[in-house]
């Protein structure tokens, strides 16, 4: 079986999360949701015999309606494990019950999800929302990278975990920068101030243990910047616990800053050492977009729907940018009066606005729904039909935010202008 393409992961991610963000959605008017954990290996007439217990313990909630729909989902759980022989490789997750829609008034919800990892536990949640956690915690991205920045007056640690910088501890120090002792007071002052600034690097050493070491074999590696020499000095005397030691990257990197902005500036300087990381990967094809906009016409660049669009019949799309915060339908519509088909690309809240609005054609109050495509996989899917590579941007960069904001979620790196036409294909000599 031939391996799954980046572009082909990357949208089974979204998909993931796009699901996730669907079952958070659903709200309950009381305790009327059920989460079901049930990892690999767990014995089906285990799950089958729990949940008996729990329907026949569901008799007793004194709210006739919640009573009545707490035991209709714990019903409609046991359908749906009776048709496993065995949970699946990864384990499965049920989510059902009755959703609250207003009015006083509940519709039922079943949402069956087989996670990309392994589930680790097994667990049953009755509440008036779902329960998530365990499957939001597998959306993030596992790489865990220690953060420090530092100079003799300040010192800045934290983590980069995928690809958000979180700053968690600052420290100032109290080490004098400059004296104007002379004679002997002179060399009294120096071993002074050289005193101060190696108690200062061991407290360094202290919050970096206690930050990191905990979590040494989930880290990566640590980044080490700073301005000056004190970050080489502080590395080479071997300040740090020597598990940590030998997780610091080579080479140094140097920055201008040691507060939560050194952090961020300690990342892109380290955009050679995190090659292959989505953040720095982002960052620099959105950096590529924005240098080919600049070209005006014979820039290689497309942005916004109608444009991408355009790029993606023509075949003209090399590289796919799609905001990860995109939340669209492609939703198809007919006018049952006239019969005028036409399509609009929608938030989910304004598909109904539509729905209840005039025909464009002929302004009769009879339009319906006839299909409908999440935004996002449509994208992907032409964009692996013409031979382009779709990729997610995250919205956790100023690189990400900007495509999102900027230029509506959607842009594209093309083969050629759009402005000129596609080149010729020249036909090969027989034989």
Not at 40 to 67: C, F, H, W
Request: proline content about 5%.
């Amino acid at each position: 079986m031939a391996a799954a393409s980046p572009s082909d992961l990357q949208l089974a991610r979204y998909s993931f999360q796009r699901k996730l963000d669907e079952i958070s959605a659903t709200k309950g008017r009381a305790t009327e949701l059920i989460s079901l954990y049930v990892p690999p290996g767990k014995q089906i007439s285990d799950v089958m015999s729990y949940l008996r217990n729990e329907y026949a313990q569901s008799s007793n909630i004194k709210s006739r309606t919640t009573r009545k729909n707490v035991m209709w989902a714990i019903e409609s759980i046991m359908g749906r494990v009776r048709q496993y022989k065995e949970p699946p490789a990864n384990g499965v997750a049920f989510f059902v019950g009755s959703k609250a829609i207003g009015a006083d008034k509940s519709e039922p919800v079943t949402f069956i999800v087989e996670p990309p990892e392994t589930l680790n536990t097994y667990l049953y949640r009755c509440d008036s929302t779902f329960f998530l956690d365990p499957l939001l915690a597998m959306v993030h991205e596992p790489d865990v990278w220690g953060l420090v920045v530092m100079d003799r007056a300040e010192v800045t640690l934290g983590f980069l975990r995928g690809k958000r910088v979180e700053a968690l501890r600052n420290r100032q120090s109290q080490v004098p920068s400059k004296h104007g002792r002379g004679g002997q007071s002179q060399h009294r002052f120096e071993r002074m101030i050289e005193h101060a600034a190696h108690e200062f690097f061991v407290k360094i050493a202290e919050m970096a243990q206690e930050i990191f070491l905990p979590r040494k074999d989930e880290l990566k590696g640590i980044l080490l910047g700073g301005p000056g020499a004190t970050k080489e000095y502080f590395y080479k005397e071997n300040y740090l616990q020597y598990e940590l030691q030998q997780k610091v990257v080579q080479p140094l990197f140097d920055t201008g800053y040691t507060d939560e902005y050194g952090l961020k500036e300690l990342v892109e300087k380290a955009t050679q050492t995190l090659h292959g990381l989505e953040l720095t990967e982002e960052k620099r094809i959105v950096q590529r977009l924005l240098a080919e906009i600049r070209k005006a016409d014979t820039g290689l660049a497309a942005y916004g729907e109608a444009d991408v669009n355009r790029a993606l019949d023509l075949g003209a799309v090399d590289i796919l940018l799609i905001s990860e915060g995109l939340r669209k339908q492609r939703v198809a519509f007919r006018c049952t009066a006239c019969q005028h088909e036409f399509t609009r690309t929608l938030p989910d809240s304004e598909i109904d606005a539509v729905l209840d609005g005039p025909c464009p054609n002929c302004h009769q109050r009879t339009v319906t729904e006839t299909g409908t495509e999440d935004f996002v996989e449509s994208l992907f899917r032409r964009a692996a039909q013409s031979g382009a590579t779709g990729r997610l941007i995250s919205t956790e960069s100023e690189e990400g935010e900007m495509l999102e904001k900027a230029f509506g979620g959607v842009a594209a790196l093309l083969r050629y202008p759009l402005a000129t036409r596609a080149p010729p294909r020249v036909a090969r000599p027989a034989g």
